[in-house]
T-cell receptor, first 111, second 113 residues
Framework: KNQVEQSPQSLIILEGKNCTLQ??????????LRWYKQDTGRGPVSLTI?????NTKSNGRYTATLDADTKQSSLHITASQLSDSASYIC??????????FGAGTTVTVRA | GAGVSQSPSNKVTEKGKDVELRCDPI?????LYWYRQRLGQGLEFLIY????????KSGLPSDRFSAERTGESVSTLTIQRTQQEDSAVYLC???????????FGPGTRLTVT
C-alpha cells in the first residue's frame, strides 16, 4: 500500500477559481513534506517544503498546509491560471533520504 | 544551463534490445537518484547514489536493470533485454546531500515496441 495518498485523482476548474488538493501519508518517522508541480513532459519542480514543525508555507498563489498530528497536507491554488494545469505531487521524506511519492493530482484549468 | 540534464529525451527501441540512459547532475551534487514514471502513475524510486556508490538499489525492478555513476558526475541507467513493460519516463534527480532538495531532469521517454 502506498504510504502517500492524494485526492482527488484529477480535477477541472475554471480560470480564476480556487482549488485545494489533499495529501494523506503514513510515513513515519517524518522529516519533511514537499509539493511538486509537474508539467506534461517535464520533470517535477518543487513548490513548497515543510518540516514537521511548520503548519503553512506559501509560494505565490500556492499555499501548502501541514498537520503532522493527523498526517495530512493540502495544497491550495488561489486565482488559478491556465499555466497551473499540471500534475501536483505530494512527496514525504522520512528520517533518511528516501522519498515516498503520491500518485499526483492532475489539475486542468479551463478558460 | 545549470540544471540536471538527461539524454536522450526520447528513445524507441525494439523488445529485447539493450538501452542506456544518461544523467548529468548539477555540478557539486553528491546525491543522484533514478526514478521511473509509468503513464498516469506516480514516481517509482529505482536507485540512489551517494558519490559513485549505490547504498540503495532496492527499487531496481529486476536484474535487467543496472546503473553506475562516475565519481560525483554522470550516471547511466542500463536496461538489458528490454520488455514492453519497461516503457515509461525515466527521471533523474540530484541533490547536494541525501536529505536535501532534489532537482529533477526533464526525463527520458522510453518506448519499447
Amino acid at each position: 500500500k502506498n504510504q502517500v495518498e492524494q485526492s482527488p485523482q484529477s480535477l477541472i476548474i475554471l480560470e480564476g477559481k480556487n482549488c485545494t488538493l489533499q495529501c494523506n501519508y503514513t510515513v513515519s518517522p517524518f522529516s519533511n513534506l514537499r509539493w511538486y508541480k509537474q508539467d506534461t513532459g517535464r520533470g517535477p519542480v518543487s513548490l513548497t517544503i515543510m518540516t514537521f514543525s511548520e503548519n503553512t508555507k506559501s509560494n505565490g498563489r500556492y499555499t501548502a498546509t501541514l498537520d503532522a498530528d493527523t498526517k495530512q497536507s493540502s495544497l491550495h491554488i488561489t486565482a488559478s491560471q491556465l499555466s497551473d494545469s499540471a500534475s501536483y505531487i505530494c512527496v514525504v521524506i522520512g528520517n533518511d533520504y528516501k522519498l515516498s511519492f503520491g500518485a499526483g493530482t492532475t489539475v486542468t484549468v479551463r478558460a | 544551463g545549470a540544471g540536471v540534464s538527461q539524454s536522450p529525451s526520447n528513445k524507441v527501441t525494439e523488445k529485447g534490445k539493450d538501452v542506456e540512459l544518461r544523467c548529468d547532475p548539477i555540478s557539486g551534487h553528491t546525491a543522484l537518484y533514478w526514478y521511473r514514471q509509468r503513464l498516469g502513475q506516480g514516481l517509482e524510486f529505482l536507485i540512489y547514489f551517494q558519490g559513485n556508490s549505490a547504498p540503495d538499489k532496492s527499487g531496481l525492478p529486476s536484474d535487467r536493470f543496472s546503473a553506475e555513476r562516475t565519481g560525483e558526475s554522470v550516471s547511466t541507467l542500463t536496461i538489458q533485454r528490454t520488455q514492453q513493460e519497461d516503457s515509461a519516463v525515466y527521471l533523474c534527480a540530484s541533490s547536494l546531500g541525501p536529505s536535501q532538495e532534489q532537482y529533477f531532469g526533464p526525463g527520458t521517454r522510453l518506448t519499447v515496441t
